[in-house]
């Protein structure tokens, strides 16, 4: 057929990690709030503006916000600013609990081993690796629901090795083969049945990531105009100039 096409290739989620020394959620699953609590004061970590949305989805869940109103969020200009500036204000009046704002992967492993978090809003991979290691740390999707990325694999235009290409996404569609990857990229695979071939160590993380009916509450990242994004920084800045 016709039109732009693109293939989903791994996917992953940013939701809460903890250290299992060190802290125990209130049920099965943690919770975005965990990151905020008065309860873990100057213990957490985040990165802006993703913390940011968690804290909403949080107090949403405790009732202190509108329900939807993080999603609903992303419809207009006008509605992004009735809750984000209501969000920021009380991210700001809580930053005191916030011992460490991160902004990739090393700093996420540091916080957790060397700088006092006991509980934050992470991507998987870091946590995840830390407990492969051996390390007292767990991660898990929040009751909220676990924010989750997708990156995927388009043709560029022009492109001349066609043959290649399409004998690169067929390795890459066999489940076999996109299990032996889950075991040296780390991520999840939308191949169907290659989870089954990912070993050991892999399915156990897996299972303690997402029990229950994790999955089934997964948050896509939405689609953002270029109007939020760069509201969503205003807010952000905002926040961490405080």
Do not use: C
């Not at 016709?2 to 209130?26: C, Q, S």
């Not at 209501?86 to 492993?109: M, Y």
């Not at 492969?132 to 001349?160: H, I, L, Q």
């Amino acid at each position: 057929g016709k039109g732009v096409f693109w293939l989903p290739h791994i996917w992953g989620t940013e939701g809460i990690a903890w250290r299992t020394d060190a802290f125990t959620p209130a049920g099965e699953f943690p919770s975005y709030y965990d990151v905020w609590d008065e309860a873990n004061a100057g213990k957490t970590m985040g990165r802006g503006h993703s913390m940011l949305l968690g804290l909403g989805l949080g107090l949403e869940g405790r009732g202190e916000m509108d329900a939807g109103s993080m999603w609903a969020a992303y419809e207009t200009p006008e509605k992004m600013d009735e809750v984000w500036s209501k969000l920021v204000d009380i991210a700001i009046s809580k930053k005191p609990n916030i011992k460490l704002i991160w902004n990739d992967a090393d700093a996420q492993k540091n916080g957790l081993l060397n700088e006092g978090v006991i509980v934050g809003q992470t991507w998987d991979g870091p946590p995840i690796a830390l407990k492969s290691a051996g390390e007292p740390v767990m991660y898990r999707a929040p009751k909220e629901g676990a924010m989750a990325w997708v990156d995927g694999m388009s043709m560029p235009t022009g492109a001349k090795n066609i043959d290649q290409i399409y004998a690169f996404i067929e390795a890459a569609y066999d489940a076999k083969l996109a299990g032996e990857a889950i075991k040296t990229h780390g991520y999840n695979s939308p191949v169907i049945g290659a989870a089954e071939f990912g070993g050991d160590v892999y399915a156990q993380n897996f299972a303690d990531a997402y029990p229950g009916e994790a999955l089934a509450n997964l948050n896509a990242w939405p689609a953002e105009a270029p109007w939020y994004s760069e509201k969503r920084s205003e807010f952000t800045n905002k926040f961490l100039a405080a």
